[in-house]
């Protein structure tokens, strides 16, 4: 089963900051917390990932709490393109095993 | 994008009969993963292979085969099909660590009838 908690859906604005929220609090500490996302019937697409510092790529932010039990996805400008459905994963740093949940549909609206 | 290719991209085929569907990657990645996706069920790893012959079983592998004769390789053996094992099958890679991101391919329909 997943280890984490997700909103099944969110809405956004255009030009605004989506914040996708993400519960894990069994996460173990040799647990990365994985990001991906999946456009309607493409295969996933990776996002970001961190061990407990707060990352940031071109993509987006991810931002770990200090005691690891949730984080938030950060896309700090959505467009309609960010339209997906977004999967927060943790996972043990031994062969990169992933575990998908539900996932958080976001839908961007102009 | 990574050089991920799957084939065949659709298939459909009898209760029964055998079906391989095959990942291949130009990326030279050590580590190759085969996944399903159903309604309701998000992605579920199936098996992955940690190197050349060397696999091991997912959480839903129970059905399944598969094979790794080669770094490029990576083939999904159903031996005898069933209509439960509709679904669409994605492949990823991943590099020598496997601790970094997967690359996902476009995904094989298989409709079992």
């Known amino acids: 089963d997943a280890k984490t908690t997700q909103p099944t859906s969110m809405d956004c604005a255009e030009g605004r900051a989506a914040n996708l929220p993400c519960n894990h609090s069994t996460i173990s500490g040799n647990e990365y917390v994985y990001w991906y996302r999946q456009i309607h019937s493409q295969g996933p697409q990776y996002i970001i990932h961190g061990l407990k510092n707060n990352e940031t790529n071109e993509m987006a932010s991810l931002i770990i709490t200090e005691d690891r039990k949730s984080s938030t996805l950060i896309l700090p400008h959505a467009t309609l393109r960010d339209t997906a459905v977004y999967y927060c994963?943790?996972?043990?740093?031994?062969?990169?095993?992933?575990?998908f949940g539900q996932g958080t549909e976001l839908s961007v609206k102009p | 994008d990574a050089g991920i290719t799957q084939s065949p991209r659709h298939k459909v085929t009898e209760t029964g009969t055998p079906v391989t569907l095959r990942c291949h990657q130009t990326e030279n990645h050590r580590y190759m993963y085969w996944y399903r996706q159903d309604p309701g069920h998000g992605l579920r790893l199936i098996h992955y292979s940690y190197g050349v012959k060397d696999t091991d079983k997912g959480e839903v592998s129970d059905g399944y085969s598969v094979s790794r004769s080669k770094t490029e390789d990576f083939l999904l053996t159903l031996e005898s099909a069933t209509s439960s094992q509709t679904s669409v099958y994605f492949c990823a890679i991943s590099d020598a660590s496997g601790r970094d991101e997967q690359f996902f391919g476009p995904g094989t329909r298989l409709t079992v009838l």
């Open positions: 994963i943790v996972s043990p740093n031994q062969g990169g095993k992933l575990i």
